[in-house]
């Protein structure tokens, strides 16, 4: 962000600077090589973000609501993006419904991806430390329920000896006090129909975005675009913000953040709402 | 039932008892036998494996070693025993070839034997002889031989079908033609097998040697379960195992740890198996391996013994340790990540998945077990303990040659070990063999039920999507759907799935994947968009 640039604005910054260089010393994370931060893909959410994306090295929680929110998909972007397609991902398969072709559409590697299924809670945990301590490995992915505070602390000791990024899937009604650097609750938006109309399609199904829904105008999150409301409740060097409002492409994979408040754009609202609308 | 594929054609090469009762018979394409079989019987096929046919020939040919030293693996199927010089152990050569065809049976092989003065002889004889148990007596081989057909010399199919068309059945025949002419006009092959049989030529056979073992072990002096001393018995055999791995300069992908009993008590060992998907020989990368088994080891019996022996040892030229992992090295290190996750979890929890070519969505993929060491038969483990009771036995004398007297035993029903019929491709996502762009996977929810539940829906528009339904007790209210998306297919496999799939948005935010079965009329939700 462009700021006026005096001489004491930048002594500022560089003594941030100093003191943050200091504060990574001290915790004394990283397997040996730069911190990298991985893009999650939403360009809007990487800017919110401090330096850009997700922390490697470091454990993320994204709480979901209920299934078929869009939690998963944002994992699995990120886990693409710190793939960088040539390291492995690792997927801990504890209910037994993940679709791995699905998984390649977003762009997963369809070789790089090595799916573990168990359901114990204890050998959950063990396989996300095991593989988190593999240099190979990109990023982890699992859906886990229950995470004591103990198991969570090893879990990002685990992310701190190598570079990987952690990608822990719990339900939103978990949330809590955690040991991973970010914190991240994907929650739904709901849909409203033109008019208080609450019984359904009225005989337009074969929709693709141009279902008059909202007073004539194409309507925001129905297909291809999807919308999700994401609170950041914890942030490594950074302060909790949101809720904002995501939406995802399906067809183009462009993520975009619509809002920063978390509500709707305004009806009319220019740009933004004819980029969801194309 | 046992099938093979040839000139791209799967026959049948072994139907068991139950296909020979519908019918089967070898040669017999795998279409027909399906067909004999009738549909809604589960069909077991297997592919055959040579490789693993020679193997338990080989296993064979060491058990066999306690009847004689000198144990020749021929063709595909039979053992030749040289038995000169035993007859004071075996002084009952009836019994013996009794004892021999009864202990191969006991091991799930049926077996047909014949002893004889000469090798060729006793081939014949076990091969073309209708008893399934013949001994010929000493110095009475050509009166054995007389009515045998000719084929029985090992001879080759054109050489046998000249002399069908001479009019040449048996040896009998054969023998009274002139010599000289014989081999002028069919061959030297044939007399020299002739000679062979009859014993006035020599026939060579090789010892089958077993190829040596890689092993080392550690006795305990008092039996114990406590687990940090069977660690600490662990971790030297390992050194030293290691150590003679590091003077070959080779590496092993198959481990086996054998805890023994206490000799007195008589217990079978125990022992475990350890796969890794490369050959290694990184002596941390073992340890690792080994002592995440032990600790989910429970000892039947207190260990009085440790021992670590492997069969098959690769070559492997040391590897340069770079200092920043790139590339090969982050490869190998997955490969290690999966060989623990596979020892602690077993094989079938870590599976890579792969695109099938198959539209429906279920079978879309298919998880392959993400090791690929070496074959986990049942007659590996068997092996360990014919070693350990063979060295048990100990040497046994040879005394004096009188005579040569051949036994020879075949195997006809071959005990399948294991389905080698997948190629396993070293792990590697550099040079992907897969690299289909992401485009080319239709658009599927990522969390796909692995069976879809039915639900109750409220149907406005028939043939279209639902106005509302329920999942887990709450109402959803659908939106906007996309669809019907038809998929019709698997009529192949026996139930033919009908369905129209609609892609569904609901008012509270979520996606789900819902179907109408068409022939049921019944709806369906198989997935969500997560």
């Given at each position: 962000m462009p700021q006026a640039s005096t001489g004491g604005e930048i002594a500022r910054r560089q003594r941030l600077e100093r003191l943050r260089a200091m504060l990574e010393r001290h915790r004394g994370g990283g397997g040996g090589g730069p911190q990298r931060f991985v893009p999650t893909g939403v360009a809007g959410l990487d800017a919110v973000l401090p330096r850009g994306g997700l922390p490697g090295g470091a454990v993320t929680e994204v709480l979901s609501a209920?299934?078929?929110?869009g939690a998963m998909t944002l994992a699995f972007r990120a886990a693409m993006a710190a793939a960088e397609g040539t390291r492995a991902v690792v997927v801990v398969d504890t209910r037994g419904d993940l679709y791995p072709p699905a998984v390649w559409r977003l762009g997963v590697a369809v070789d790089g991806l090595i799916v573990v299924r168990v359901r114990r809670p204890a050998a959950v945990v063990w396989v996300v430390d095991q593989a988190l301590r593999c240099?190979?490995?990109g990023a982890v992915v699992a859906p886990i329920d229950r995470l004591d505070e103990a198991a969570s602390r090893r879990l990002q000791l685990a992310a701190e000896s190598c570079d990987g990024l952690g990608l822990l899937i719990r339900p939103a009604a978990r949330r809590g006090r955690s040991f991973a650097a970010v914190q991240m609750c994907v929650e739904p938006v709901g849909v409203e129909l033109s008019g208080g109309e609450s019984t359904g399609l009225n005989g337009r199904y074969a929709g693709s975005g141009n279902a008059l829904i909202q007073g004539g105008r194409p309507g925001l999150g129905v297909f291809p675009v999807r919308l999700c409301r994401v609170t950041l409740l914890k942030v490594r060097e950074g302060m909790p913000a949101g809720p904002f409002l995501i939406s995802l492409d399906d067809e183009t994979g462009v993520g975009a953040l619509l809002s920063v408040s978390g509500d709707r754009p305004a009806e009319g609202g220019g740009s933004v709402a004819r980029r969801v609308s194309a | 039932m046992v099938v093979a594929d040839r000139a791209g054609v799967t026959r049948v090469v072994v139907p068991d008892a139950g296909a020979v009762a519908l019918g089967i018979h070898e040669g017999m394409t795998l279409a027909e036998a399906r067909a004999l079989c009738g549909a809604g019987r589960p069909l077991g096929v297997r592919q055959q494996s040579p490789e693993s046919d020679r193997a338990a020939l080989e296993n064979l040919a060491i058990w066999a070693d306690r009847f004689s030293p000198c144990v020749h693996l021929e063709g595909e199927d039979t053992l030749l025993l040289d038995?000169?010089?035993?007859q004071r152990l075996f002084p009952d050569e009836d019994a013996l070839l009794r004892q021999i065809i009864t202990g191969l049976g006991e091991r799930g092989y049926t077996t047909r034997g014949a002893m004889a003065d000469t090798p060729g002889g006793a081939w014949a004889l076990a091969h073309a002889h209708p008893c399934e148990r013949i001994v010929a007596p000493p110095g009475q081989v050509i009166a054995a031989l007389a009515?045998?057909?000719?084929?029985?010399?090992?001879?080759?199919e054109g050489t046998v079908a000249t002399l069908a068309a001479l009019g040449v059945q048996t040896i009998e025949a054969l023998l009274h033609l002139p010599r000289a002419s014989l081999a002028s006009r069919l061959g030297g092959a044939l007399v020299h097998r002739l000679d062979q049989a009859l014993g006035d030529a020599p026939e060579l056979l090789t010892p089958f040697r077993a190829r040596p073992l890689l092993k080392s072990g550690v006795c305990i002096g008092r039996a114990t379960d406590r687990h940090d001393v069977l660690r600490e018995a662990l971790e030297r055999v390992l050194a030293a195992f290691c150590e003679q791995l590091d003077q070959r300069v080779a590496g092993v992908r198959q481990l086996f740890v054998v805890f023994e009993g206490p000799p007195e008590l008589r217990q079978r060992p125990v022992t475990l198996e350890v796969n890794t998907s490369r050959a290694t020989r990184s002596a941390e990368h073992l340890r690792r391996l080994l002592l995440a088994l032990l600790d989910d080891l429970r000892l039947p019996f207190g260990a009085a013994g440790v021992r670590l022996w492997a069969r098959h040892v690769e070559p492997l030229d040391g590897v340069q340790q770079e200092l920043f992992g790139t590339g090969e090295s982050r490869a190998g290190e997955v490969a290690e990540l999966v060989d623990r996750l596979a020892a602690r979890l077993g094989s079938a929890a870590v599976v890579r998945p792969r695109p099938a070519s198959d539209h429906q969505p279920e079978q879309a993929y298919a998880y392959e077990p993400a090791t690929e060491g070496g074959e986990k038969s049942a007659d590996r483990i068997e092996n360990v303990e014919l070693r350990i009771e063979n060295e048990k036995q100990g040497i046994r004398k040879r005394e004096g040659v009188r005579g040569k007297r051949k036994v020879r035993s075949e195997k006809s029903e071959p005990r399948i070990e294991n389905e080698a019929g997948r190629a396993h491709r070293p792990f590697?996502?550099?040079?992907?063999?897969?690299?289909?762009?992401?485009?080319?996977?239709?658009?599927?929810?990522l969390r796909l039920l692995r069976r879809p539940v039915a639900v109750p829906v409220v149907v406005v528009v028939p043939e279209g999507p639902p106005s509302r339904f329920e999942w887990e007790k709450v109402r959803e209210v659908v939106v906007d759907a996309l669809g019907p998306e038809r998929v019709e297919t698997g009529w192949w496999r026996g139930r033919h799935v009908r369905r129209d799939y609609f892609r569904v948005l609901c008012a509270s935010g979520r996606r789900c994947w819902l179907f109408r079965e068409?022939?049921?009329?019944g709806w369906y939700v198989h997935g969500w968009f997560d």
């Open positions: 209920f299934d078929g929110v240099s190979g490995v | 038995l000169g010089g035993c009515p045998l057909p000719a084929a029985a010399l090992r001879i080759d590697s996502i550099l040079d992907s063999q897969f690299s289909l762009p992401a485009s080319d996977f239709v658009k599927r929810p068409r022939e049921t009329g």
